[in-house]
Structures are given as structure tokens and as C-alpha cells.
């Protein structure tokens, strides 16, 4: 118990104790500071209830003293009270409620790139024509890359890629390992592993040692295609590549066949459809050409077949090449392929 209290101490101990209620920064601090004076043990408790012991005529003044002095302390902390607890107020409620008619936020979702989009568009389309989707290695062989393609080491045809070769040369010091230039290495592949019917189509990445332009990149994607059998001719090439133009760019297409030269087709082909752009009469889109070629395709060289063991005089297939990036950018009118893996996304976020 403290001393006899008196109107000074009264006053002493309030006065301390507004100015420790001055300084408090939180609700915390301030439970403290209750605590400290008008808790059970507190300072002013203290005093109240000292006064019962003082005689009649101190006990008036100093009672009446602390009395003033406790309202003051009581009001002053529910001041601070306030200011660390804000009331809940019916305008408050409002102000926070949920309105649940409002639409809700668009959580942002990734998208599929442009290149695989239409791998699988591709692949869509020739499996609705009985067409299962294979994968190959992207590090190849000169073997399947070239020389069961009918392009023998030192054929001039070699220079139709412009190959990323890979520092692992065979026996004889020759480079034998490559970064495909296309996908038809797969064909030796499937047809080495598998009796016919052949039914497949091939997609993946290719790789050419190329100086990059709106047309040109060192790396592009492919889908190769691959059907042989007994009884497959030239009609069958045909049939299939013109539903694939018209199921990709369009039912009104039209489709034109060229010759072309690839070594391992013979005849070979170059596939083209009417512009869509100016319907033939002649744009920038063609070239002013009125035709736009797709693709290469061809019926499967005799020494292809002979190379994986099947007997060209039962068996005939036909093939296709095309680059995936040069049918997107037609599809959507995309101006430049180095767009394709530039990763931007004002770019991506267009598909
Ligand atoms: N592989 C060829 C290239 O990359 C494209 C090609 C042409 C593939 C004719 C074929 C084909 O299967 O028959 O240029």
C-alpha cells in the first residue's frame, strides 16, 4: 500500500499517468497502461482505495480530488479506446459489404503457342483420315537424315540443307551425326520398325545452318506425312493433300500440283493453293503469282522402300513435308517468322 494519499498525490499520479496515456501507440500498450493504473494493483486503484483509512475531513478533499481525477483518466482513455478500434457503424457495414451481383475478377490463363496450335490442328485433321501421330529423335544420323533418303554422301542434293552438324565423327573421319533437317528421317524409321499399311504423320522440330529473315529461321517445325501400301497411287496423294487444304485454309480451296524434285519421291511435287487473299488474281500475299505453296510431297522413291526392306514392286506410298511456322503465318497473316521465338508477348497473346 502507498502512503496516506493526498491532493498532491492525487494529482501527481493523474498527471503521470495522462501523459504515459499520451504516449501509448497501440491497443496492446494501452491494456497495459490500464492495467498499470487502474487495474486491480494499479497506481490510481490504489489511491481510491486508500481513502477509506484517511480521517473525515481529508478523506473529503482528497476524495473528491480523486474522484475528478478519475473521471479525467476515464474519459481520456476511452478517447484513445476509440482511436485504435474503429467502431462498427451501419454506414461502416455498408461501406465493406460484398456486392455479389458484380462480375468477377478474369483470372489471367496461359495459352497454347501459335506453332503447337497448329501441330495440333495439323495432326487433327490427318488423323480424321485414319493418320497416327508419331515423334523422332532431333539428333540424327546422316544415315536416316540423308542416305536413306536416296542422298548419298557427296550428292549435290545435300545442298538443299545447310546442316548444323555434330562434332562426333565415324570410322572414316566423316561427320555421321546431325541436328535434323527435316522430319523425313522418320520415314526410314517407321518403315524400318513396321510392315505395312503405313499411315503416320510426323511432327517436330528441324534444325538448318541459316542466316535468319522474315522467312528464314535455324530452327523451324515440320509435320512430315507417310502412307504406303499395296495399291497406293498418285490419286491417293492427291485426294488426301486437297481435303488437308481445304480442311485447314478452307472448303473453297483450290489445289495445285507442280513437279518438283526431292530425292526421295519420284514424281515430286510442289503443293500449292489458290491465294485466298485476292482468289488468284494476283496479291502480295502470292507474290502476284496467285498461288501459294504449302508443301513438298511426292510418291515414295523405289530406293526408300528398297532401303527399309519393303519390295517397291508390291509395295507404293506417298509422302509430304511442310513447315508448320509458313502455315501459321498464312492462317493468321503473320509477316515474319522470327516472331515464332521471339517470346513476345503482345505477339503470343494473339492466339
Ligand atoms: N523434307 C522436305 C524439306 O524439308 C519436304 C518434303 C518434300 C517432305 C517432299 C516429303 C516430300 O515427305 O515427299 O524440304
Given at each position: 500500500m502507498a502512503d496516506r494519499p493526498t491532493v498532491g498525490v492525487v494529482e501527481a499520479v493523474a498527471t503521470k499517468a495522462l501523459e504515459e496515456l499520451d504516449a501509448v501507440g497501440d491497443a496492446e500498450a494501452l491494456e497495459r497502461w490500464r492495467v498499470s493504473y487502474l487495474g486491480r494493483r494499479g497506481e490510481l486503484t490504489a489511491i481510491l482505495r486508500g481513502i477509506g483509512t484517511l480521517p473525515p475531513e481529508a478523506r473529503r478533499q482528497v476524495g473528491a480530488a480523486a474522484n475528478a481525477a478519475k473521471a479525467r483518466v476515464d474519459e481520456a482513455m476511452a478517447a484513445r479506446k476509440r482511436e485504435f478500434s474503429r467502431e462498427v457503424t451501419p454506414a461502416l457495414l455498408a461501406e465493406d459489404s460484398?456486392?455479389?451481383?458484380l462480375p468477377g475478377r478474369p483470372v489471367p490463363t496461359g495459352r497454347l503457342h501459335p506453332t503447337t496450335q497448329t501441330v495440333r490442328e495439323i495432326c487433327r485433321i490427318f488423323a480424321s483420315m485414319g493418320f497416327d501421330a508419331v515423334e523422332g529423335p532431333e539428333v540424327e544420323w546422316d544415315r536416316y537424315n540423308f542416305e536413306m533418303l536416296?542422298?548419298?554422301?557427296?550428292?549435290?542434293?545435300?545442298?538443299m540443307f545447310n546442316t548444323f552438324w555434330v562434332d562426333y565423327p565415324d570410322r572414316n573421319g566423316?561427320?555421321?551425326?546431325?541436328?535434323?533437317?527435316?522430319?523425313?528421317?522418320m520415314q526410314a524409321r517407321i518403315m524400318e520398325d513396321t510392315r505395312p499399311p503405313v499411315r503416320v504423320v510426323v511432327p517436330g522440330k528441324c534444325y538448318r545452318y541459316e542466316a535468319t529473315d522474315a522467312t528464314h529461321e535455324w530452327q523451324l517445325t515440320q509435320v512430315e506425312g507417310l502412307a504406303v501400301d499395296d495399291g497406293i497411287t498418285f490419286a491417293d496423294l492427291k485426294g488426301t493433300l486437297y481435303e488437308f487444304a481445304r480442311q485447314i485454309f478452307g472448303e473453297e480451296r483450290r489445289v495445285r500440283f507442280r513437279c518438283d524434285y526431292f530425292?526421295?519421291?519420284?514424281p515430286g511435287v510442289d503443293v500449292a493453293i489458290d491465294c485466298f487473299s485476292c482468289g488468284g488474281a494476283g496479291c502480295r500475299t502470292c507474290g502476284r503469282t496467285g498461288w501459294i505453296e504449302i508443301m513438298g510431297a511426292g510418291m515414295v522413291h523405289p530406293n526408300v522402300l528398297k532401303g527399309v526392306g519393303y519390295d517397291p514392286a508390291v509395295y507404293t506410298g506417298f509422302a509430304f513435308g511442310m513447315g508448320v511456322e509458313r502455315i501459321a503465318m498464312l492462317k493468321h497473316g503473320?509477316?515474319?517468322?522470327?516472331?515464332?521465338?521471339?517470346?513476345d508477348l503482345r505477339f503470343l497473346k494473339q492466339f
Open positions: 460484398i456486392d455479389v451481383t536416296n542422298i548419298p554422301k557427296h550428292h549435290p542434293a545435300r545442298d566423316e561427320q555421321s551425326v546431325l541436328l535434323r533437317t527435316h522430319t523425313s528421317p530425292p526421295f519421291v519420284e503473320i509477316e515474319d517468322i522470327r516472331h515464332f521465338y521471339a517470346n
